[in-house]
């Protein structure tokens, strides 16, 4: 399917009229006496700046193509290339976290010739025992499988099956919390009467039967991506395969040689199979249920994986997928910008760095001002100018504080949107995705950082309910450090930006330490956005 590059042409267009009209500003800091340190600071801000400034155009754009132009849309017939119904094996995948629903989902499809195939790499005797009776009571219907360790992660659990049956056409992937609808088979199949088709990938939706109040808060974020984000794919990007909730063909399976066993499996199975000249299709009418991670702990460590996982693919897989010429070039940017989105915790890092410490230090040696901070310190003698000073802030304008904005809302604007209609259920996300957002910062770009230096990605299975594995000592000593450092920063800049960090880290802390169902750790989750609204109320009223 040929891919339309409108949509990445209007982000570029918009993206480098921005570079025009703000960067003069900043690039005018370079001329005069300053040291050499001084200038890279200033560069290196600009650099940064304008990286985020892409990110929110990027988010603006895709949402606003999947809200007016015609995107999901993919022919498929009625038919497909086989005399017979196709043999298709559903692999459930489980690891000491069985979900009988989700296994049943599997078992009442109404496609005539599926058999389901329980991968169960399990090592709590409780599960397996459950797992073992489960399939007693339905001898015939399910086949459990299990391996020796777990060599190659998911991807090697799969591996392992697909090397042991045969005969069948399609398999489909689910996880643990994966509840598939009835006619999942059934409505999937017409999208392989392409011959090029690999993969057809159905549409997620967070299951509302999940009891956690962490998952009932952001469990919109699974709605949100697949609407606003997957949907624009079949025509303006590339259609990856998310893990589970897919129908897949066995051939294509076999001629790459099974799933890539790393950790981000999905991602390198899309960039494997369209260099041999396949590709997937989203298929927005076909929903299926999912979980969101149950408390902070489950999505940080789900946090790290996808981290870690899409850092290792884009230096083991990208570079041949780039070089291939027979993919488009809308392909190869949407797989880059996609993947980096995920990664944007260092530099975000690095930015608070340069605006907390070292653009203040320069500027307050050789005494003149600059954006986003208070150097030098000027305001008129008021709570408000004490808390903005930006009275004397040539930077401070009305557009620079629209592009502040634009870069913080654009990323969950169908959330604010539909806030009218929804206003419990989308400001409560709003609030938790902000939380979430000032939270993980710290421990993400570590995250990026240790797989840089070690070069070893790990897949820590989410809901794994007796998993050992609790989060770095070390991570949480880095977190605590940031937080007492931008606490500091806040006290003597007076830049209470600096105090929503500290807050929304020590926040995440203690709902590490406590569980979100703690009532202070609760109560703490809301004080990054209360602070946040300050800022923007205060800030706006001042440009006005």
């Not at 700046?49 to 498929?76: E, G, M």
């Not at 083991?316 to 944007?344: G, M, Q, T």
């Not at 307050?364 to 709570?383: A, D, E, I, R, V």
Request: hydrophobic share 45%.
């Amino acid at each position: 399917m040929k891919k339309d590059p409108l949509m990445y042409q209007i982000v570029a267009f918009l993206w480098i009229y921005a570079i025009l009209y703000f960067d003069p500003r900043i690039i005018a800091l370079l001329v005069g006496p300053e040291n050499i340190a001084a200038k890279l600071t200033i560069i290196c801000f600009a650099i940064l700046l304008n990286l985020f400034w892409f990110y929110a155009f990027y988010h603006l754009v895709i949402i606003a193509f999947s809200y007016f132009k015609k995107t999901a849309a993919y022919r498929v017939s009625n038919a497909i290339n086989s005399p017979n119904h196709p043999h298709v094996a559903l692999l459930y995948t489980t690891c000491n976290d069985f979900r009988e629903e989700a296994v049943l989902s599997c078992l009442k499809q109404d496609h005539p010739d599926v058999h389901t195939f329980i991968l169960d790499d399990s090592d709590d005797a409780a599960f397996k025992a459950r797992i073992d009776d489960f399939c007693r009571q339905r001898a015939g219907n399910v086949t459990v499988m299990r391996r020796h360790g777990r060599q190659g992660f998911k991807a090697g659990n799969l591996n392992n099956c697909l090397k042991a049956i045969n005969g069948f056409e399609y398999v489909s992937v689910s996880d643990a919390d994966t509840v598939l609808p009835k006619d999942y088979v059934t409505k999937l199949l017409p999208y392989f009467s392409d011959p090029k088709v690999a993969f057809a990938q159905s549409r997620q939706e967070f299951n509302s039967a999940q009891k956690s109040s962490f998952a009932q808060g952001l469990g919109y974020q699974i709605e949100l991506h697949c609407d606003h984000y997957i949907k624009t794919k079949n025509k303006y990007g590339f259609v990856m395969f998310y893990g589970h909730g897919a129908l897949m063909r066995t051939d294509v399976l076999k001629e790459i040689g099974g799933f890539p066993e790393v950790a981000t499996e999905d991602l390198a199975y899309s960039m494997e199979i369209r260099q041999r000249g396949y590709h997937g299709v989203y298929a927005q009418d076909v929903t299926c249920l999912e979980e969101f991670p149950s408390t902070f702990r489950q999505y940080r460590k789900r946090n790290d994986k996808w981290i870690k996982g899409t850092a290792e693919c884009l230096l083991k897989y990208y570079p041949s997928f780039f070089n291939n010429k027979n993919i488009s070039p809308v392909e190869k940017f949407d797989v880059f910008v996609s993947a980096l989105s995920l990664l944007l915790s260092l530099p975000f890092v690095m930015l608070l760095l340069l605006v907390g410490i070292l653009l203040p230090y320069y500027y307050s040696h050789f005494q003149f001002q600059g954006p986003m901070f208070k150097m030098p310190l000027s305001y008129n003698g008021t709570f408000l100018g004490a808390l903005t000073g930006i009275s004397s802030n040539l930077f401070w304008r009305w557009d620079f504080f629209l592009m502040l904005m634009l870069t913080l809302v654009a990323p969950i604007l169908p959330a604010i949107l539909q806030a009218v209609r929804d206003p419990v259920k989308k400001i409560r996300f709003i609030v938790m995705y902000t939380f979430i957002f000032y939270a993980t910062q710290v421990s993400s770009a570590c995250a990026l950082v240790a797989y840089l230096m070690s070069r070893k990605a790990e897949f820590p299975v989410t809901g794994d309910a007796s998993e050992k594995r609790e989060t770095s000592k070390k991570v949480i000593i880095i977190e605590c450090a940031f937080a007492i450092l931008f606490l500091s920063i806040s006290i003597i800049s007076r830049n209470i930006w600096f105090l929503s960090f500290a807050a929304g880290i020590a926040a995440g802390i203690l709902i590490l330490k406590r569980g979100f169902e703690n009532k202070l750790a609760r109560i703490s989750a809301v004080i990054p956005i209360i602070i946040l609204a300050v800022i923007v109320i205060f800030i706006g009223r001042k440009l006005q």
